[in-house]
């Protein structure tokens, strides 16, 4: 089934509307807000293992892509995290996106509420974010992913630049930073080569007042998060 959206341009009109969440009951998979003077990209579409965002921001020839990735996989040789990574950048597969994680209601809305207008008045590096829609659940909490969208994962000072506009914005929480190839590979947590699909986390330390960010390693055998 084709993900459905809410994509949200810019205007000069208020933004209280970009809190009104639908739910997947309605139809919908992701709210966008895009700021409106960023050319939109083509773009592609993954709850809380980190796979579920969906990835929309499309760059490349996917059909190659999937047909170089699938000839490597059957050639039987090693899949390691720079094998993507060399794929990334022969195929221009570079966009990438900081996570985070939040609960359905008011400390969610809030936190959505500070990266939406950062992006429209033009406060972050990012020019996109998109937050999952409400799934209601009988018997739990629902959730949301906010993702927070970079053009090119390899340029690390670009990456630590996105976190760092986004921590401006008084975000606190863990952030999780995961390149878009993994999603248009099919390569999710829990995967056949170990590899880990979140290459970045960030955490805040409040009496500091900074980051600490830390460049995952991939899974070995027997463990998984």
């Known amino acids: 089934m084709t993900p459905q959206y809410i994509i949200i341009q810019h205007t000069k009109s ?3 509307h970009l809190l009104c969440f639908p739910s997947r009951e309605d139809g919908y998979d992701w709210i966008h807000v895009r700021r409106s003077d960023e050319e939109e990209d083509d773009t592609e579409e993954e709850s809380d293992d980190s796979d579920n965002d969906d990835d929309s921001d499309d760059d490349s020839d996917a059909d190659e892509l999937q047909e170089t990735w699938e000839k490597w996989i059957a050639s039987g040789q090693h899949v ?5 990574f060399e794929l990334a950048k022969e195929y221009e597969c570079t966009h990438g996106k900081w996570m985070l994680f939040v609960s359905t209601g008011g400390k969610g809305d809030y936190l959505w509420s500070l990266i939406a207008k950062g992006i429209v008045n033009g406060r972050t590096l990012s020019t996109h ?6 799934e209601e659940t009988e018997y739990c909490e629902s959730s949301h992913v906010i993702c927070m969208y970079n053009k090119n994962f390899l340029d690390r000072d670009q990456m630590l630049e996105s976190e760092r506009t986004i921590r401006s914005l008084g975000i606190k929480g863990t952030l999780k930073y995961k390149p878009d190839i993994y999603t248009h590979l099919g390569v999710y947590t829990n995967n056949p080569w170990l590899l880990n699909p979140v290459i970045y986390t ?7 007042n900074q980051s600490i960010i830390e460049e995952t390693t991939d899974f070995h055998k027997g463990y998984r998060p």
């Open 14 to 16: 208020p933004l209280g």
């Open 80 to 84: 390691s995290r720079e094998k993507i």
């Open 129 to 134: 974010a998109k937050i999952s829609a409400t």
């Open 202 to 208: 960030s955490n805040f330390d409040i009496l500091k």
